[in-house]
């Protein structure tokens, strides 16, 4: 006779990547147990077709509906245009959200002082041909608390690095992008590569920090890091709204 079996339907930022990794954290572990030990054997679907073929094998659309109404092993999708209106809430069937494709995203590239004025046109033919939609665009002069707040975690623990980063994000005019796009936070992030331009350029020379930066400090570019981040850039940066339809924003999941 046969054991029975666990199904479950996950939904998370970036999930294959998240879950493949615990999977193989697990496979590690049961390399390191003795032979009378055992852990339960576990299968994912690898993209995004094969989960909807799967799904629709073991669930109905009852199962996978999300809202606040709905039992404990649902959840609560909300939608915002992002800045001038509160939070508002819907049931959505997830089936439908799988059919729907992927959806559109927003992120902010911040240009630093002294680059776009000289390269505005070149990094807008890039932007067009990967695909992204300029939704917002501003120039403004940082105050040195804003430009505090785009700094990496790492880089505020260092007074001196904040001084130097402060310094020159606030020597001039930037340009702030709203830009929007399928999966549009981890490709802009793909496309810039790291903050330094030595590793960048190490990585892969058309990495933009590659091309356009010269220090850690003057590195051409900040992007939004996380979808978390991306709202609250957009509302930082875009707080009288966008050009553009309603944005669903990315809220960070509890798992």
């Not at 802009?188 to 892969?204: F, N, R, S």
């Amino acid at each position: 006779m046969c054991s029975p079996v666990l199904v479950c339907a996950l939904r998370a930022s970036d999930a294959f990547r998240a879950l493949q990794a615990a999977l193989q954290g697990w496979t590690r572990g049961r390399d390191r147990l003795s032979t009378g030990d055992s852990l339960p054997q576990a299968l994912m679907a690898l993209t995004p077709e094969v989960t909807f073929r799967q799904a629709i094998l073991f669930f109905t659309e009852a199962d996978l509906v999300t809202g606040k109404a709905q039992h404990t092993n649902l959840t609560q999708i909300c939608f915002s245009p992002l800045v001038g209106e509160s939070w508002r809430c819907r049931a959505e069937s997830l089936f439908s959200y799988l059919q729907a494709g992927a959806q559109l995203l927003c992120t902010v590239l911040l240009i630093k002082p002294g680059l776009w004025s000289l390269s505005l046109p070149s990094i807008l033919r890039h932007l067009h041909l990967e695909k992204f939609s300029v939704v917002g665009m501003k120039h403004l002069e940082l105050e040195a608390a804003t430009a505090s707040a785009l700094l990496p975690r790492g880089v505020r623990q260092d007074p001196a690095a904040v001084e130097a980063h402060c310094a020159y994000l606030t020597s001039g005019t930037a340009l702030v992008l709203c830009l929007q796009r399928p999966n549009a936070v981890k490709k802009l992030m793909d496309l810039l590569g790291p903050e330094d331009p030595q590793l960048a350029q190490a990585l892969d020379p058309c990495l933009w920090r590659a091309q356009y930066g010269t220090s850690t400090v003057q590195n051409g570019f900040y992007g939004s890091r996380s979808y978390a981040m991306a709202v609250r850039d957009v509302k930082l940066f875009f707080p009288e709204g966008l050009c553009c339809a309603q944005c669903q924003t990315v809220q960070e999941q509890e798992v």
